[in-house]
């Protein structure tokens, strides 16, 4: 039995190389196509003025899907809340959130 399982792992592996043979790499986004993400997922919500030093200080080292997060979750707080205005304090906040509710990978 162990034998065909192994069979089976390598014939998968190479079924599953054939059809995705190319790999993308994807680098983390510049502070400009960070504001696009966040001004995107936020369209339907007034922005105050934002210090974008400070969003893009919060937003270093997230990828494209966990900026789109952070801002949703700064849109859900600022519903939640009553408050009318998303504010710079808002996405930092919602960025420190996700980075505390990750879970902790080094651990073994």
Known sequence: MFTR???LMLVLDSAVFRRFDSVIHYALPEPEVAKWVICNRLAAFTLGHLSWVGVF???EGLSHSE??????TAAKKVVLS?????TTAGIVAARLDRSRQAPDTDQG
Do not use: D, K, N, P
């Open 5 to 7: 399982l192994m069979r």
């Open 57 to 59: 200080e919060a937003c």
């Open 67 to 72: 900026i789109a997060v952070a801002a949703e």
């Open 82 to 86: 009553g408050r009318e205005q998303i």
